[in-house]
């Protein structure tokens, strides 16, 4: 059974840019949540969906955005990019929500940098 | 504020020892406790706890939580220079629906 999957593990983008970044859940999981994981900061939540809304956000600016397609993939995208936001962007799928508690299984993450 | 917290930060050892990672979080309702394994990969499962006093075991890595002094110890025995790498824990509001993570503890194993 094949893991998450998270494309492109690597990319280098300019201030100002905007990225798009991927995740393919484990087969039958509906759930995607997205972190970011910096040196300083650790994990820290941004998002979860969960049959294509929205079902939690943590405290991150208007310019994270993701959504959820009906086969369950995900996207995040991150606008007007600023060297802050260079980090480890990883994504979890789980079988249900996570009101339901099951546990979450991580892709190998996405490697952004800006410059 | 929701927060979990891991100590100690980085830690080196020889193979053979036996170390304790712990984990204490001041979580709203808290739900279950979930402890990973980061290498420079996706962070890999190791265990969940919801219950007190109930320890959970695989092979030489065990768990135990402590819902009422709010923490959680990771034991990890006979290490060996594979178990290299950072041990996050998280931990599941039932309010928030929400996990929340700590920084990690960065194990050395040296040989």
């Known amino acids: 059974k094949a893991g998450v999957t998270q494309t492109p593990r690597y990319l280098i983008k300019t201030r100002g840019q905007q990225v798009t970044l991927s995740c393919s859940p484990i087969s039958g999981h509906r759930s995607v949540s997205w972190y970011q994981q910096t040196p300083g900061q650790g994990l820290q939540f941004l998002f979860e969906?969960?049959?294509?809304?929205?079902?939690n956000k943590g405290n991150f600016p208007g310019r994270f955005s993701g959504r959820q397609f009906s086969n369950s993939r995900s996207e995040m995208n991150v606008s007007t990019l600023e060297l802050g936001d260079s980090a480890l962007y990883l994504c979890?799928?789980?079988?249900?929500?996570?009101?339901?508690?099951?546990?979450?299984?991580f892709g190998e993450g996405s490697w952004l940098t800006v410059v | 504020e929701d927060k979990v917290v891991q100590s100690p930060l980085s830690l080196v050892v020889h193979e053979g020892d036996t170390v304790t990672l712990n984990c204490s979080y001041e979580?709203?309702?808290?739900?279950?406790l979930l402890w990973y394994k980061q290498e420079k990969k996706a962070p890999t499962f190791l265990f969940m706890l919801t219950s007190s006093g109930i320890e959970k075991k695989s092979g030489r890595l065990s768990s135990i939580l402590d819902k009422k002094e709010l923490f959680s110890i990771l034991n990890i025995t006979a290490t060996q220079t594979g178990d290299s790498a950072v041990y996050l824990c998280?931990?599941?509001?039932?309010?928030?629906?929400?996990?929340?993570f700590g920084t990690g503890t960065s194990l050395t194993v040296i040989p």
């Open positions: 969906y969960f049959s294509e809304t929205q079902r």
């Open positions: 979890a799928s789980s079988l249900r929500d996570q009101s339901s508690g099951n546990t979450i299984y």
């Open positions: 998280a931990v599941l509001s039932s309010s928030s629906n929400q996990f929340y």
């Open positions: 979580v709203t309702n808290f739900r279950s």
